[in-house]
């Protein structure tokens, strides 16, 4: 069993709708969660950061951390096109190295 | 300062020949990784720096791999005698990773994206 559990997609999904992503993970010792966005051919681009527990929202974007149940979510609201793309989480237990999730692969239709 | 910069963008190379790919973080950043990532996967740890000390390398990291970060600014990272199962983007990212805090937001580089043919 990997460490972190991502569903790879592919997720299609219209204009305008709201996305869910989602991950699990099995190592308690997790502290920090990212979510990461990648185009094709291009690095990772940091999107949210969490420490710990609970919401955190920047814009169309909420990422949402249950330590309880090992499981984060980001949420997309308003979809745009050029929200298509991979979605990575990604998370460590201190200042050291990152765990990925596989990565979902979204589309937003027009 | 644009962020973190990874030379060349691609490298294309045969069998069993030396490859070296450079990167330069962001200024200040103490921190320093590299990643690798496959078609369809996740990146992949593969070794980090806290300054020019290397504190932790992947079990991914043969004996053909080496990575240095002389005066802790840029890094280098070598693959001797590159095989086909080295085809990969390779990935940096740098981080403050300041003493005493926990600032673990890693920024990533374009990557260097490797054939070997």
């Known amino acids: 069993q990997k460490e972190v559990e991502q569903d790879p997609g592919p997720l299609s999904v219209p204009e305008g709708a709201i996305v869910s992503l989602n991950c699990t993970y099995s190592n308690s010792a997790f502290q920090y969660f990212m979510w990461y966005r990648q185009y094709s051919r291009k690095g990772p681009e940091l999107l949210m950061y969490t420490y710990s527990s609970g919401n955190k929202e920047d814009g169309r974007f909420t990422a949402q951390v249950d330590k309880s149940s090992k499981y984060i979510s980001l949420f997309i609201r308003d979809s745009q096109p050029s929200d298509s793309a991979t979605y990575l989480c990604?998370?460590?237990?201190?200042?050291?190295?990152?765990?990925f999730g596989q990565g979902t692969r979204l589309t937003i239709n027009p | 300062d644009t962020g973190v910069s990874q030379n060349p963008r691609h490298k294309i190379t045969k069998r069993g020949q030396n490859v070296t790919f450079r990167c330069d973080p962001i200024?200040?950043?103490?921190?320093l990784y590299w990643y690798r990532q496959t078609l369809g996967q996740g990146p992949e740890f593969l070794t980090y720096?806290?300054?020019?000390?290397?504190?932790?390398k992947s079990r991914l990291l043969s004996d053909r791999f080496s990575a240095e970060r002389p005066k802790g600014s840029f890094s280098t990272l070598e693959i001797q005698r590159t095989e086909q199962g080295d085809s990969a983007m390779y990935l940096c990212?740098?981080?403050?990773?300041?003493?005493?805090?926990?600032?673990?937001?890693?920024?990533f580089g374009q990557g260097t994206r490797l054939t070997v043919v």
């Open positions: 200024s200040e950043h103490n921190r």
């Open positions: 990212a740098s981080s403050p990773g300041q003493g005493g805090t926990m600032n673990t937001e890693a920024f």
């Open positions: 990604a998370m460590s237990w201190g200042a050291q190295k990152l765990v």
């Open positions: 720096f806290q300054n020019e000390a290397q504190l932790e």
